[in-house]
Structure formats: structure tokens, C-alpha cells
């Protein structure tokens, strides 16, 4: 099974960037499809982004669709979710999450980063 390490989280002011990154190890990255989710203070966990294997599909939630850009390098084993236009409502810990395209469930996870907006 893969294992996934988040990191870029940190503190930033409303209208600011920041860039999360997912390093994967133990499985064959580019046949993952990657995802990310995000987890605010007493709210359940919710889809952010999804890439398919290649980069070449990708979904949004939409309410980061034209603010954050879900990529991926498989030479790096690595998913990116830069995010710009950031605003307090982002604020929470956001999780990158695998899967094989045969399951429908996302079952790898990452140990999360938190990202805080301040307004």
C-alpha cells in the first residue's frame, strides 16, 4: 500500500498562495489516481481535487474551481495542489488520499497538513 506525507501547509493572509505537496512511497505512483480533501474545525471531510493517472483529467469542488490546480509528476512520486486566492473559509487540514482506479473509495491517506487563512 502507498504511503503519502503532506507538506507546504502553513499560515497566510486572505488573497494569499500557498502549494501542498504529496510524496508517495511504497507503490507504483503513476497508477494512482490522487486525490485531495480538506477537513475544517467541526465540519466533516470534503472532496477538494482529483487527478486521473496521467494529469490529464482532473475534478474540483466548486468552491476552489479556477483558485486551486491539482498536478502530478510521477518521476517524483509527488501530487501538488497549489492554491491561490486563498480565503478564511479555506481554512482546515487538508489530507491527500490514493487509489487504484479499480476501487471506488480512496484508501490511502496521508497524515494531513493544516493550512490557515487569516482575514
Known amino acids: 500500500q502507498v504511503q503519502l506525507v503532506e507538506s507546504g501547509g502553513g499560515l497566510v493572509q486572505a488573497g494569499g498562495s500557498l502549494r501542498l505537496s504529496c510524496a508517495a512511497s511504497?507503490?507504483?505512483?503513476?497508477?494512482?489516481?490522487m486525490g485531495w480533501f480538506r477537513q475544517a474545525p467541526g465540519k466533516e471531510r470534503e472532496f477538494v481535487a482529483s487527478s486521473n493517472w496521467s494529469g490529464s483529467s482532473t475534478s474540483y469542488a466548486d468552491s476552489v474551481k479556477g483558485r486551486f490546480t491539482i498536478s502530478r509528476d510521477n518521476a517524483k512520486n509527488t501530487s501538488y495542489l497549489p492554491m491561490n486566492g486563498l480565503i478564511p473559509e479555506d481554512t482546515a487540514v487538508y489530507y491527500c488520499a490514493a487509489r487504484t482506479s479499480s476501487k471506488s473509495m480512496f484508501g490511502s491517506w496521508g497524515q494531513g497538513a493544516q493550512v490557515i487563512v487569516s482575514s
Open positions: 511504497g507503490g507504483t505512483f503513476s497508477s494512482y489516481i
